[in-house]
T-cell receptor, first 112, second 113 residues
Framework: DVKVTQSSRYLVKRTGEKVFLECVQD?????MFWYRQDPGLGLRLIYF???????EKGDIPEGYSVSREKKERFSLILESASTNQTSMYLC???????????FGPGTRLTVL | AQSVTQPDIHITVSEGASLELRCNYS??????LFWYVQSPGQGLQLLLK??????LVQGIKGFEAEFKRSQSSFNLRKPSVHWSDAAEYFC???????????FGTGTSLTVIP
């Protein structure tokens, strides 16, 4: 079974803080994805990485950056957190862009 | 452009009743098709997927889905719903030629006793 873990289930940060959300996978997948999920808006892709290091912006990359120091770890960085970034953040991994994605449990981030 | 439509935002069924959740997609060729389930406060769990072959796909938790090319649909079904099936259900499409992945906006299922 694919196991995808996220560093925190719940996180509370203050406006202006730099926030790191980390995702770890144990399946040697090339591709990793970060989504945010908000009521009524479904899942929106923030960034994804393919072929380990190739970075692609998703639908809503503004205010976010990503880092992948090792193949199994993928971090989403909020450079200066704002209240409109309060959301549920989901990490996913997969073999290819169109293939099955496997999700972590999510991090619910609140920015005060 | 590729898209995924789940026409029903919310569905309520009685426990023991049958269930069908609708999903339509727009894509020029045969896509990869998926159904995921999300329990409150959790991540998404894969229920089933279709890549090719038999158009009726069996998944976990007693779910099945049928790919109908002529209708561009991939509807999810379950013959008898259990209270634990209450969750959010997402249809998704993988577009092999563009190496892209698209989610529908989800259908929330409520199960009443």
């Amino acid at each position: 079974d694919v196991k995808v873990t996220q560093s925190s289930r719940y996180l509370v940060k203050r406006t202006g803080e730099k926030v790191f959300l980390e995702c770890v996978q144990d399946m040697d997948h090339e591709n990793m994805f970060w989504y945010r999920q908000d009521p009524g808006l479904g899942l929106r892709l923030i960034y994804f990485l393919y072929d380990v290091k190739m970075k692609e912006k998703g639908d809503i990359p503004e205010g976010y950056s990503v880092s992948r120091e090792k193949k199994e770890r993928f971090s989403l960085i909020l450079e200066s957190a704002s209240t409109n970034q309060t959301s549920m953040y989901l990490c996913a991994t997969g073999l290819a862009g169109a293939d099955t994605q496997y999700f972590g449990p999510g991090t619910r981030l609140t920015v005060l | 452009a590729q898209s995924v439509t789940q026409p029903d935002i919310h569905i309520t069924v009685s426990e023991g009743a049958s269930l069908e959740l609708r999903c339509n997609y727009s894509y020029g060729a045969t896509p990869y098709l998926f159904w995921y389930v999300q329990s409150p406060g959790q991540g998404l769990q894969l229920l089933l997927k279709y890549f090719s072959g038999d158009t009726l796909v069996q998944g976990i938790k007693g779910f099945e889905a049928e790919f109908k090319r002529s209708q561009s649909s991939f509807n999810l079904r379950k013959p008898s719903v259990h209270w634990s099936d209450a969750a959010e259900y997402f249809c998704a499409v993988g577009a092999p030629t563009g190496n892209q992945f698209y989610f529908g906006t989800g259908t929330s299922l409520t199960v009443i006793p």
